[in-house]
């Protein structure tokens, strides 16, 4: 071995991953071990603020961090590439080939060596095996799948647009169906009646939320469910009051080319439809290195985070599996959890590395807010901390959901710059255009 650098390979650089990838680069990269990290994708956007980017109400590429720039300023080395596989035996990680956008290899398969393995690779949205769904619904898991929402949306409120225009029609809009009452098909709803309403000032004349139908439709017997029920019926009642068709206790059988249809044989017909019910791990996680995995491909992990069957892999955010000893729920695949996470997971490893030993994770529940664009936010906090929830609407509940993104700044990029991006983001809202139209 003589003077090889201890290597600390952190797959997923999310709300969780790029947290310990900052604090373990800064604490040891460049000097002591070697910290990578591994991302399909070459920037991060935290995942919260999809749902905006697919409506056009964010500019990601005002709020995306370039890995490699990141990387270079925390002390860590970022590589793009797919996680594959995981040789156990070897301890090394295998990564896909890296094809160019025709689909040409540029890199070949090859594998990183580990010492410390940390898997913070997400989630991705459960089609729960219902037929047409992968084929014919969007989804959004990530940058470019927000993106292509965005484009489509903007394309057919052009059309609808354009025939108003040219007398071609007097009745048309864009239909909208969104499947799942939580927290992103509630959040999206309301996003795209801010988006419409901006629309008319960008050169779409005639077009605004007017010309908008969107139906969210829920298995369950009411919308957020992880809410209060008296907040739920607040936000369904501010739903219905934009315009939005909410259908509860109506189960999909079945998606089509523009249309789903529910067990009560209604066919709902969409131009766009977006499946947002519900998350399990990515397939490649299923068994992966022979590693414990639940029926929804989440890694089973003890309660200092290290996965049941080999402490030298870590596993944290939407991908891990835990249920805290006690509790009959498992940890929800959440941002806040994800960065509970990330804080217990770095300390764990810096004490593996060191020789110290290891304290368990406590989720602490601080409750959920939900956004209804700029209309109004809901939430509950404090979820187990007082024994009950404490409600919380209007102003102060929207700076509180703003302040989680704030928080997750602060946490990638410390509090220098991470306050200054606050700053600047507060500058953006005034000078940026209020909708991104490309
Ligand atoms: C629209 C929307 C709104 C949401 N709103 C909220 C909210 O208001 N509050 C809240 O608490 N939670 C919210 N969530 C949930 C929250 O985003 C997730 O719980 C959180 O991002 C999980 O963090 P993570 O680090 O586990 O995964 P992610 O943040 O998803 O990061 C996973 C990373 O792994 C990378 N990756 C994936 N596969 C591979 C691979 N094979 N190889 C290499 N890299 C890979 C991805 O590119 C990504 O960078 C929302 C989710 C969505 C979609």
């Known amino acids: 071995m003589g003077d090889r650098k ?20 800064a604490r040891y990269g460049r000097r002591a071990h070697d910290i990578i990290l591994i991302d399909r994708s070459p920037t991060h956007v935290w995942k919260p603020l999809l749902h905006e980017v697919a409506t056009g109400s964010l500019d990601a590429n005002l709020d995306e961090v370039g890995y490699r720039h990141h990387g270079f300023r925390w002390g860590y080395r970022y590589f793009l590439g797919s996680l594959s596989g995981i040789d156990r035996a070897a301890r090394e990680v295998i990564l896909a080939p890296l094809r160019d956008e025709d689909g040409r290899e540029l890199v070949a398969e090859h594998r990183i060596r580990y010492d410390w393995l940390l898997l913070a690779v997400g989630s991705v949205t459960n089609d729960f095996g219902i037929p047409g769904v992968r084929e014919h619904c969007l989804f959004l898991d990530d940058r470019e799948q927000a993106d292509r929402f965005r484009n489509r949306l903007l394309n057919h409120c052009l059309r609808v647009s354009r025939r108003l225009v040219t007398g071609l029609a007097t009745d048309d809009e864009v239909r909208v169906t969104i499947v799942g009452g939580g927290a992103t098909g509630v959040e999206l ?18 077009f605004d939320e007017s010309r908008l139908r969107v139906t969210l439709v829920e298995a ?6 992880a809410l209060p029920e008296k907040l739920a019926a607040a936000a369904h009642a501010e739903l219905e009051a934009l315009g939005v068709r909410v259908l509860t206790s109506t189960r999909v059988v079945r998606a089509e080319p523009g249309a789903i249809v529910t067990a009560a044989g209604e066919r709902i017909a969409g131009d766009l439809q977006v499946w947002a019910a519900g998350v399990r791990g990515p397939d490649l996680l299923a068994g992966i290195g022979g590693l414990e995995t639940t029926p929804l491909n989440q890694l089973v992990v003890t309660g200092t985070l290290q996965t049941t069957r080999d ?12 249920r805290p000893a006690g509790s009959d729920r498992a940890v929800p695949p959440r941002a806040q959890a994800a960065h509970q996470m990330a804080d217990t997971c770095f300390r764990n490893l810096v004490a593996a590395m060191e020789g110290r030993p290891l304290r368990p994770f406590r ?8 956004s209804l664009s700029r209309y109004s936010t809901v939430g509950s906090l404090m ?12 102003r102060l509940a929207r700076l509180m959901y703003l302040s989680l993104y704030r928080m997750h700044l602060l946490a990638i990029h410390g509090w220098l710059k991470g306050a200054a991006l606050i700053l600047l983001g507060h500058v953006n809202q005034v000078v940026r255009p209020r909708l991104k139209l490309h």
């Open 189 to 206: 709803a309301a996003e795209l009646f801010n988006a419409a309403a901006g629309l008319r000032h960008y050169g779409l004349e005639v």
């Open 220 to 225: 369950g017997d009411r919308i957020l469910p």
């Open 383 to 394: 979820g187990n901390l007082v024994g009950g929830r404490m409600a919380v609407e209007g």
């Open 6 to 25: 201890t290597q600390v390979v952190i797959c997923g650089g999310g709300a969780g991953g790029l947290e310990v990838a900052r604090r373990l680069g």
């Open 363 to 370: 989720y602490r529940d601080r409750g959920s807010l939900v």
């Open 311 to 322: 402490p030298r892999i870590f596993a944290i955010g939407d991908c891990a599996f835990l």
